[in-house]
């Protein structure tokens, strides 16, 4: 196991709700990205959080927003929910940022959007 | 063009064969870092194993190995002795800086190994 957890583990919802996903980083780790899984993809990376700030997005719309806290855990917020926000989202943390460290994934939630 | 490419959708070896699972790769950035990931059905991502871009010599980890051609540019992952246990998806990824400066992390679309008795 890696140490990093996440909650919920599974979550339905409806077509315009809102949506808190949470993780809590490896021990010692400062950084923290969350990626969307759709079925049969690869992860897409959504954002990164470094020291509590922003460090990097993906393609994602600004409906999919983050925090990550003093103690480097992180929130991934998503509003207005769709259809095809259904999917695998994982999160992963590292020891720092900006450089080529591994990245370790905690378990997902999945999130059926109805 | 595609920064990863897993062009074998799905694998089967038998049990305590070696199989290579092929990921090719596009960059810019001289420095860079490739690592392989195993999904299992439950969901969670594991490491395997990681190859710099500056790294001499290819990286092994236990019955893992990278099979590291750098003008190439592919990476792929050779496991020694299957066992049943490594029946999951693999997904090669790389990070690498964006225009931006930040350090993002690319993955394939993944190869599906099934291991057999």
């Known amino acids: 196991e890696t140490g990093v957890t996440q909650s919920p583990t599974h979550l339905i919802k409806t077509r315009g709700q809102q949506v808190t996903l949470r993780c809590s980083s490896q021990?010692?780790?400062?950084?923290v990205s969350w990626y969307q899984q759709a079925l049969g993809q690869g992860p897409q990376f959504i954002f990164q959080?470094?020291?509590?700030?922003?460090?990097g997005r993906g393609n994602f719309p600004p409906r999919f927003s983050g925090l990550q806290f003093p103690n480097y855990s992180s929130e991934l917020n998503v509003n207005a929910l769709e259809l095809d926000d259904s999917a695998l989202y994982l999160c992963?943390?590292?020891?720092?940022?900006?450089?080529?460290?591994?990245?370790?994934f905690g378990p997902g939630t999945r999130l059926l959007v109805l | 063009a595609q920064k990863i490419t897993q062009t074998q959708p799905g694998m089967f070896v038998q049990e305590k064969e070696a199989v290579t699972l092929d990921c090719t790769y596009d960059?810019?950035?001289?420095?860079?870092?490739l690592f392989w990931y195993k999904q299992p059905s439950s969901g969670e991502m594991i490491f395997l194993i990681y190859?710099?871009?500056?790294?001499?010599q290819n990286a092994t980890e236990g019955r893992y190995s990278l099979n590291f051609q750098k003008a190439r540019k592919s990476a792929n992952l050779v496991i020694s002795a299957s066992q049943l246990g490594d029946s999951a998806m693999y997904f090669c990824?790389?990070?690498?800086?964006?225009?931006?400066?930040?350090?993002?992390?690319?993955f394939g679309k993944g190869t599906m190994l099934l291991v057999s008795p």
């Open positions: 021990s010692g780790h400062n950084t």
């Open positions: 992963a943390s590292s020891l720092a940022a900006g450089g080529l460290e591994t990245q370790y």
């Open positions: 190859q710099g871009s500056y790294d001499q």
């Open positions: 960059t810019s950035d001289p420095s860079y870092g």
């Open positions: 959080y470094y020291r509590e700030e922003e460090n």
């Open positions: 990824a790389m990070r690498e800086r964006d225009s931006e400066g930040y350090s993002t992390l690319t």
